[in-house]
């Protein structure tokens, strides 16, 4: 058996996040996250990134039939990790 893969890099600030990135894909491994930077103030930033962020992609992951969804975050959710659960 052979494996490949295949690394997609995306920027939530310039890009828009769309279930034709998913097509034909068997595992996601989300990295992205927003952690000790005491440079960035707003909530809302932190909020997009942490929480809607992961949350979006693991809904387009599993309407696309991705097999595997793997969620690495430092940022402590326990809202986030109930609904990913629950996915």
């Given at each position: 058996t052979s494996f490949s893969h295949e690394v997609?890099?995306?920027d939530i600030e310039h890009e828009e996040l769309?279930?034709?990135i998913f097509k034909d894909v068997d595992s996601v491994i989300h990295v992205a996250a927003i952690v000790h930077r005491?440079?960035?103030t707003d909530?809302?930033?932190y909020r997009r990134i942490?929480?809607?962020l992961p949350y979006r992609v693991g809904q387009l992951a599993k309407a696309n039939g991705v097999?595997?969804?793997v969620?690495?975050?430092l940022f402590h959710n326990e809202f986030l990790l109930s609904k990913i659960v629950k996915m």
């Open positions: 997609f890099e995306f769309t279930e034709e005491k440079d960035i909530y809302d930033i942490n929480v809607d097999k595997q969804f969620f690495f975050n």
